[in-house]
C-alpha cells in the first residue's frame, strides 16, 4: 500500500481517538529514514497510550507493517514507526519543547487536520 494509503488510516485513526493539533511533514527528501512525519498531541500520558494502542490495531486492522512502537507511559511521548510514515503522539509539553515542527522547518508541511469537537 502506498504512503498516501497509511497518512489517511493514521490520520483517521488520530483524529477518531481525539488526538489535536494534527500536522503532516513532508520529510521525503530531506530523511533518509521516512517520507511522512505526523505530529499528533494528546491531552494527557494515558490518553496518549490510548491513542497509540488505537492507531496501532488500525494499522494492524489495514495490513500495515509496524517497526516498533517506542515511549514510556509517563514520558508523555510515543512514537510509532511504520517506516515510510512516522507518527508521534505528544503531550502538549513535550510538543512545545522539542518543536519537531520547527526542526523539520515550514517547508516540509503536508497538512494541518483540524478535529474540533
Given at each position: 500500500?502506498?504512503?498516501?494509503?497509511?497518512?489517511?488510516?493514521?490520520?483517521?485513526?488520530?483524529?477518531?481517538?481525539?488526538?489535536?493539533?494534527?500536522?503532516?511533514?513532508?520529510?521525503?527528501?530531506?530523511?533518509?529514514?521516512?517520507?511522512?512525519?505526523?505530529?499528533?498531541?494528546?491531552?494527557?500520558?494515558?490518553?496518549a497510550v490510548s491513542v497509540s494502542e488505537q492507531l496501532v490495531d488500525h494499522l494492524k486492522e489495514n495490513k500495515f507493517h509496524i517497526l516498533g512502537v517506542?515511549?514510556?507511559?509517563?514520558?508523555?511521548?510515543?512514537?510509532?514507526?511504520?517506516?515510510?510514515?512516522?507518527?508521534?503522539?505528544?503531550?502538549?509539553?513535550?510538543?512545545?519543547?522539542?518543536?519537531?515542527?520547527?526542526?523539520?522547518?515550514?517547508?516540509?508541511?503536508?497538512?494541518?487536520?483540524?478535529?474540533?469537537?
Amino acid at each position: 500500500m502506498s504512503t498516501k494509503n497509511l497518512s489517511k488510516i493514521c490520520n483517521h485513526s488520530l483524529i477518531e481517538s481525539k488526538a489535536v493539533d494534527l500536522l503532516s511533514l513532508d520529510v521525503k527528501n530531506i530523511s533518509s529514514f521516512a517520507d511522512e512525519i505526523i505530529l499528533a498531541t494528546a491531552t494527557s500520558n494515558r490518553h496518549a497510550v490510548s491513542v497509540s494502542e488505537q492507531l496501532v490495531d488500525h494499522l494492524k486492522e489495514n495490513k500495515f507493517h509496524i517497526l516498533g512502537v517506542e515511549g514510556e507511559i509517563d514520558s508523555g511521548w510515543i512514537l510509532v514507526d511504520c517506516g515510510e510514515v512516522v507518527i508521534n503522539i505528544m503531550r502538549q509539553e513535550q510538543r512545545d519543547f522539542y518543536d519537531l515542527e520547527g526542526l523539520w522547518g515550514e517547508n516540509t508541511l503536508l497538512k494541518k487536520t483540524t478535529n474540533d469537537y
